[in-house]
């Protein structure tokens, strides 16, 4: 679970702009339109949307573009839209540098400006910068307050496309915080506003935290579908890097489920983008989920290599960050040894520390490798040593689920029998003999009167022999069988039962027929007999691989923990008999709320 949230989280707040190989197309032609420009001011300008251009591609050029569009800026006035702006791309180039301090100081010099210009606008934007630094930070309290800053100041000015930003990073907050629902509330309202403004791109973002806060809640199939939605929209994009993140977390969310050979699939499908793309960081966390996936199914060896493949690019990445600083620090000493011999020295320092702390990262990566290698040697010994316990375990549950079936079939098997007796035999004695009666010559009030009691018993039969197991579930299908169960329901006139079949002409296997019949039956009878609802509605689905069987009701909600976690006879039949046709049942009820909903599904057996 950590790892999923980590690789999610990381990839959505960190890389939100399209990620390409080369210089992209737009970036080319402005630097044409740039070498053709005379004006100071437009310049900045465009020198500003060169900066934002290469943020997804070069860091470091970014971060040039935004001071040369500063200078001229400042050369223009002393105060410009276009000086507080070029400050503000500035410190997330060098953000994404991992260069905080400047950051930092670049985004307190933009604030300031937009201050000074009464620009709400630019201030929301830069208090959204800020409080994503401090969440990276960990400090989510400061980021929590950052964001309401923002979306206050967005607000008062009806700036819809920063609103949905705040809105989202706030919701962000309150996950890292543990407030799943108010953090899926403001994912939801963010996802409405870019939906309406048509920011697809934007609303992806939306979707992924959504999935990813799912998936924490254990909700894998409804995070399944919003991830696979992301992944779809990027393709549309052509966003190369979201598409490789959204692939990286789908994989994450199949390993979260022990899905390790499917949770791969999309893994290398990702990892290959990122070779494609030279996008190292994603990379790096890909090759440690490869690992992770491998040493689950204990294939200590190919777990081994990936591992090895993330430290590696994790050096790498380390030593192009730290050469682009080396070529930086030689920059400033060319241009400024002849001002003081003191900062000479100075930077002469800073070298030497640089050098002592590469040493002391690569001791501690290796000590990492080394544990990790004792670690797989333990878990080595471990697995062989359980061996034998885990077949044992394994042998004790397939003995268990087997005599579960005989017992069950064993039950089905009697009440068929059971149902024809009463139904075949006794109920055609019955016929009979009230014939006999209204043909003999008694008195007419007795003949009335054993007619009477005859047909309450030959009624009083049939219940029971539907009950036991009905004749139309038998004969027809399991649509018919619930139709008739619900017209029996509803003549009591006390419920109102409605069943809606779609695409179910196929005729079900009867083990799977009367697991599926008796499962919603006895959800019905402890619907009506617990939740005082007034209607049920009963939607039989064929998926084309499964059948979705969707319990609506209006009566009161529960919490569906208390149901999970207790002891009742009701919910294990359920359960067990699912169990036997490789079912499932989701249920989504909340304590004080009206209505419940139940999710049967069971795959389609040839």
């Not at 400050?87 to 307190?108: F, I, P, R, S, W």
């Not at 047909?455 to 004749?471: K, S, V, W």
């Not at 359960?575 to 139940?598: C, H, M």
């Amino acid at each position: 679970m950590n790892n999923f949230v980590v690789g999610i989280l990381f990839c959505c707040s960190f890389f939100s702009l399209t990620i390409t190989p080369a210089q992209t197309p737009v970036a080319d032609s402005l630097q044409t339109l740039l070498q053709l420009e005379n004006n100071d001011l437009r310049k900045a300008e465009i020198l500003i949307e060169l900066s934002g251009a290469m943020r997804s591609i070069d860091f470091q050029k970014s971060a040039e573009f935004a001071d040369q569009a500063f200078q001229l800026a400042e050369k223009t006035s002393m105060n410009t839209q276009e000086a507080a702006k070029s400050l503000l791309y500035k410190g997330v180039a060098y953000y994404y540098q991992g260069n905080y301090d400047k950051a930092m100081e670049a985004y307190l010099q933009s604030l300031a400006r937009y201050e000074k210009l009464n620009d709400k606008r630019g201030m929301a934007s830069v208090w959204n910068e800020i409080g994503t630094f401090h969440k990276k930070q960990g400090d989510t309290d400061k980021a929590l307050t950052n964001f309401q800053d923002a979306l206050t100041l967005s607000s008062a000015i009806n700036d819809s496309a920063q609103i949905a930003n705040s809105m989202n990073n706030l919701g962000i907050v309150y996950e890292l915080k543990g407030d799943f629902k108010r953090a899926m509330e403001f994912y939801q309202e963010s996802a409405t506003i870019k939906e309406a403004l048509h920011d697809l791109n934007g609303v992806t973002y939306n979707y992924d935290n959504m999935g990813t806060l799912l998936a924490k809640s254990g909700r894998y199939r409804e995070a399944e579908r919003y991830l696979l939605r992301v992944i779809d929209l990027r393709k549309q994009l052509g966003d190369r890097g979201g598409y490789a993140i959204a692939l990286n977390n789908l994989g994450e969310l199949f390993f979260m489920q022990g899905e390790y050979a499917r949770s791969r699939t999309y893994l290398l499908e990702a990892l290959a983008i990122t070779m494609e793309i030279d996008y190292k960081d994603l990379r790096r966390h890909i090759f440690q989920m490869l690992a992770e996936t491998y040493q689950m199914e204990k294939n200590y060896s190919k777990a081994y290599d990936y591992m090895m493949k993330s430290v590696a690019v994790k050096d790498s990445i380390f030593n192009e960050q730290k050469s682009r600083q080396i070529v930086d620090m030689e920059k400033k000493y060319e241009t400024e040894k002849k001002e003081s011999e003191i900062r000479i020295l100075k930077q002469e320092n800073e070298i030497k520390d640089f050098r002592l702390q590469r040493n002391q990262i690569f001791t501690i990566a290796l000590v990492m490798v080394l544990l990790a290698l004792v670690g797989l040697g333990y878990l080595w010994t471990v697995q062989t040593r359980l061996k034998q316990k885990a077949e044992l375990e394994a042998t004790r549950a397939s003995l268990k689920e087997r005599q579960l079936q005989a017992v069950i079939a064993s039950q089905e098997e009697e009440r068929k029998r059971f149902a024809a007796d009463l139904h075949d035999g006794l109920g055609q004695m019955i016929s009979a003999l009230r014939l006999n009666l209204s043909h003999e010559e008694l008195s007419q009030k007795s003949v009335e009167q054993a007619v009477v009691v005859l047909n309450e018993m030959n009624g009083e039969i049939r219940n029971i022999a539907f009950n036991l197991m009905p004749q139309v579930l038998m004969n027809s299908g399991l649509p018919e069988a619930l139709e008739e169960f619900a017209n029996r329901m509803n003549r009591t006139g006390k419920i109102q039962v409605k069943v809606q079949a779609f695409k179910m002409e196929q005729e079900l296997p009867m083990e799977q027929k009367i697991a599926l019949y008796r499962v919603c039956q006895e959800w019905v009878n402890n619907v009506v007999k617990y939740s005082g609802c007034k209607s049920i509605t009963l939607q039989v689905i064929n998926h084309g691989d499964e059948v979705v069987i969707t319990v609506e009701d209006d009566g009161h909600g529960f919490d569906s923990k208390t149901l999970v976690e207790g002891q009742g006879n009701g919910w294990k039949n359920i359960n067990s008999r699912l169990g036997l046709i490789k079912g499932t049942i989701e249920i989504d009820s909340q304590s004080g709320r009206i209505g419940t909903t139940a999710v049967i599904s069971a795959p389609l057996v040839s």
